[in-house]
């Protein structure tokens, strides 16, 4: 029997590797996505990875119940994969009741259809480094206290919660991956990584002559989400339900990764980047350093693509993009 998986947040990043990974694996893909006169633009990732035709795509609104519902009574999904949020942390004080809805309470309702339509279902909550915020450990683990820091990391904080609530009330195969930073050259321009290689790539191509940062000491473990993707799907396949981290256990600076692209173009860094105050946060998270043992010793994971390879993809895609757009 072939399995049926459905993902929320299906045209994100996260959302397009992993229907890239599935399909891979022989399954059929489905993906919740809110109702848009925009239909055909926001699947740019799916296309960019050749997989917009190979996966159904269904109207619905994680607000509301009845809809979820009615799309898991027509799937009858195998595993259910939540990676819907609000994710920009630097928006969720800007937004925060949509963010407390949308990135926490919706979980509630993706486990309530659950509960209703399918609770022998596998599922997967995309759970965040940022609710570790204020470290409380030098390395975090499954069993470092959480400080979130932002209105974003207190409501992963909540989905994350109910997420072992149902599983311990209801017996759901429910398991949450605590996922550190990871990016890949479908990561949004908003997300400093990106926001990094489109500017080292419009600068190198004359398109740009400066790249403003906020605090580049800050410290985050990278790693690649088509990696990460594959940690999710290990998850569902394990009997028993669990929370994992899925890190690198490797901690840089910002500094140091806009380092890396700009010497991957042949440029100086320091003539170009400039220190903005503007783009600080309310409420900084300095060091993020995930400790991956539980995931490497239970499910055989860990991560292949270096922060080096990495950066370098994304630059590479960046100017590609660029000299497509003057192409064109």
């Known amino acids: 029997m072939t399995k049926r998986a459905l993902i929320t947040g299906i045209t994100g990043q996260d959302g397009a590797y992993l229907s890239q990974f599935l399909l891979g694996k022989g399954y059929e893909v489905f993906g919740v996505i809110r109702r848009s006169s925009h239909r055909g633009v926001e699947d740019h990732r799916l296309r960019w990875l050749g997989v917009a035709d190979k996966v159904t795509l269904l109207d619905g609104d994680l607000a509301d119940l009845s809809s979820i519902v009615r799309i898991m009574q027509q799937?009858?999904?195998?595993?259910?994969?939540?990676?819907?949020?609000?994710?920009?942390?630097?928006?969720?004080?800007?937004?925060?009741?949509?963010?407390?809805?949308?990135?926490?309470v919706a979980v509630?309702?993706?486990?309530?259809?659950?509960?209703?339509v399918k609770p022998e279902a596998h599922f997967y909550q995309a759970s965040s480094s940022e609710m570790f915020g204020l470290i409380q450990e030098e390395m975090q683990s499954e069993k470092t206290p959480f400080y979130p820091r932002s209105p974003y990391a207190v409501a992963k904080l909540y989905g994350?919660?109910?997420?072992?609530?149902?599983?311990?009330?209801?017996?759901?195969?429910?398991?949450?991956?605590?996922?550190?930073n990871h990016e890949s050259p479908l990561r949004g321009t908003e997300f400093v990584t990106r926001k990094v290689t489109d500017g080292v790539a419009r600068i190198k191509l004359g398109k740009a002559h400066e790249l403003r940062l906020g605090n580049i000491d800050a410290k985050r473990d990278w790693g690649?989400?088509?990696?990460?993707?594959?940690?999710?799907?290990?998850?569902l396949q394990q009997e028993k339900a669990d929370d994992y981290v899925v890190a690198t256990g490797r901690t840089t600076t910002v500094r140091d990764m806009c380092q890396?692209?700009?010497?991957?173009?042949?440029?100086?860094?320091?003539?170009?980047?400039?220190?903005?105050?503007?783009?600080?946060?309310?409420?900084e998270v300095d060091v993020l350093l995930g400790n991956p043992a539980k995931a490497q010793q239970k499910l055989r994971w860990t991560a292949e693509i270096?922060?080096?390879?990495?950066?370098?993809?994304?630059v590479d895609a960046d100017l590609e993009r660029w000299r497509t757009a003057v192409d064109g």
Request: hydrophobic share 50%.
């Open 224 to 235: 690649h989400a088509r990696d990460y993707v594959r940690a999710m799907w290990l998850m």
């Open 160 to 180: 994350h919660w109910i997420t072992v609530n149902y599983r311990e009330s209801f017996g759901f195969h429910a398991s949450s991956g605590i996922l550190f």
């Open 108 to 116: 509630t309702t993706m486990l309530e259809a659950m509960r209703i």
């Open 260 to 283: 890396i692209a700009f010497e991957h173009v042949g440029l100086d860094m320091d003539k170009y980047l400039i220190i903005d105050p503007a783009f600080y946060r309310p409420a």
């Open 306 to 314: 270096s922060l080096e390879e990495m950066i370098k993809e994304m």
């Open 75 to 104: 799937v009858k999904p195998d595993e259910i994969y939540n990676l819907a949020a609000q994710s920009f942390v630097a928006s969720s004080w800007q937004q925060p009741v949509l963010t407390a809805n949308i990135t926490g």
